[in-house]
């Protein structure tokens, strides 16, 4: 049987994100429990395929407040292709300079918050525009990029500037230049791309490591459970609480994050 050269591939960016991020990874876990266990929160920001990973950290099974996720709708709908908020129109959006900035008007911010800013090439200017007014807020600022393409790249935006030179930090998904990793004759460009994996196992390794260190920091949050398994009366009802708790607690914690 032939090999699969995508999960080879995509294996091997897991175990060098493994072998090389970690101490980035617990940096910003420690700023991230310091946020959330003060009643602040981490934001998260990703244009087109970006914004998944920022949806699969918050809201979901296994997910806790204090994360939010800015779902910017004109860059972050793309299953239509043509059409009303069609792929030209978030391609187009994510390079026009100031539209980070005007996305970021409709929220507060401050210095006890956390930015993490999701993109792969790390050179469009929605992503670095978010991120340079995060830093004039006073927030931490994290980029999870893919290096190896980035530094290759040149900005599109007025400084010069790409996200990884910005931000207070940096995680490295560790996807090659280009992000799709498989050749296959007869196709005139690779397929199969890595960096939206590489991005919800980035997010989802630091959503562990805050966990551990909220638990540490003796923090009580509520959790949303996994709520489709067979399960007794009794732990369903624990269960629907668990989950009524953790709205409860959302809501409470971006009561005010509307300007």
Known sequence: MRDNQFLKRISAIIEAIAETQ?????????????????????????????????????????????????????TSYMPTVLGNQGLRQTLFLEKVEGFGRLVMENYRTGPKDVMVVISNSGVNPMGIDVALVAKEHGLKTVAITSLAHSQQSASRHSSGKRLFEICDQVLDTCVPAGDALVDVPG??????????IAACVMMQSLVAET???LAEKGADLPVFPSHNAEMSPEQHQAVEGMVEQWYVEHARRTANVFK
């Open 187 to 196: 196709f005139p460009h690779p397929v199969a791309a890595a960096s939206t």
């Open 211 to 213: 966990a551990t260190k």
């Open 22 to 74: 970690q101490d980035a990874i617990n940096t910003v876990a420690d700023w991230a429990a310091t946020a959330i266990a003060a009643d602040h929160l981490v934001f998260l920001f990703g244009s087109g395929h970006s914004f998944i990973a920022t949806m699969d950290t918050y809201p979901r099974i296994g997910s806790f407040p204090g994360w939010f996720p800015i779902h910017e709708l004109s």
